[in-house]
C-alpha cells in the first residue's frame, strides 16, 4: 500500500515538472519569434535611415536636374545619390545610386533594388510597409510634380512573428511589432 501511495506522490511531481518544462518551452519558442521580428524590422529600418540620409548627396557640390534626391512613389520608395562624384546619377546593375525598396504584400518582404538589378529580400514577415513624404513647411507632399519640394520621409514597418502562437488569440496568433521613424536628410534642404 506505501509503495502504490509513493507511486501515485511521483507520478503527480513527474506530471507537474513536465508541465512545467512544456509552458516554458513555448515560453521560450515565443519569446524568441518576438525578437526576431523585431530584429528583422530594425535591422531594414536602420538600413533605410542610412540610405535615405545619403539622398542627394553630391560630393563634388555640381547642380542636380529634378529627380535627385527621393523620388515620389506611392508604391515604392526611390532614393538618389551621387555617391562616386561624377555628376550622375548611375542606374547600372548593383550601383548605390539608385535604390527602391518596396513591399511584396504576397511574399510579405521588403525587397531592396539597386539599379537595374534584381531585387533582394531585405525583410520577411512584414505585412505592411509605408512611407510618407513632406516638404519644408510639414506638409504632406502627394505628387510626382512635387518630388523636388521633399525634405522628410517618414517610414513604418510592420512585421509579425513567422509562426502562430497558439496560447496568442489574438491576429490568428501571430504577434506584430511595428517601428516607424521620421527622416530628414541633410542633403535635400539644398
Do not use: C, W
Request: charged fraction near 15%; glycine fraction near 6%; charge should be negative.
Amino acid at each position: 500500500m506505501e509503495l502504490l501511495v509513493s507511486m501515485s506522490i511521483g507520478l503527480v511531481v513527474l506530471a507537474a515538472l513536465a508541465k512545467t518544462f512544456s509552458v516554458q518551452s513555448r515560453q521560450n519558442t515565443a519569446e524568441e519569434q518576438i525578437a526576431q521580428m523585431q530584429q528583422n524590422a530594425r535591422a531594414a529600418l536602420d538600413l533605410m535611415v542610412r540610405e535615405i540620409q545619403m539622398a542627394k548627396y553630391n560630393p563634388a557640390g555640381s547642380a542636380f536636374s529634378s529627380g535627385y534626391g527621393v523620388t515620389f512613389n506611392s508604391s515604392q520608395l526611390e532614393i538618389k545619390a551621387d555617391m562616386d562624384g561624377n555628376g550622375s546619377i548611375s542606374t547600372s546593375s548593383g550601383s548605390v545610386e539608385d535604390i527602391i525598396y518596396a513591399h511584396d504584400s504576397t511574399n510579405l518582404q521588403i525587397t531592396r533594388k539597386l539599379g537595374s538589378g534584381g531585387a533582394e529580400i531585405v525583410a520577411d514577415n512584414i505585412t505592411a510597409f509605408s512611407f510618407s513624404y513632406y516638404d519644408t513647411n510639414g506638409a504632406a507632399v502627394s505628387s510626382l510634380a512635387n518630388s523636388g519640394n521633399i525634405r522628410k520621409v517618414t517610414v513604418s514597418i510592420t512585421a509579425r512573428t513567422a509562426r502562430p502562437d497558439p496560447s496568442f488569440i489574438t491576429n490568428s496568433g501571430y504577434r506584430t511589432y511595428q517601428i516607424s521613424a521620421d527622416i530628414t536628410p541633410p542633403n535635400m534642404a539644398l
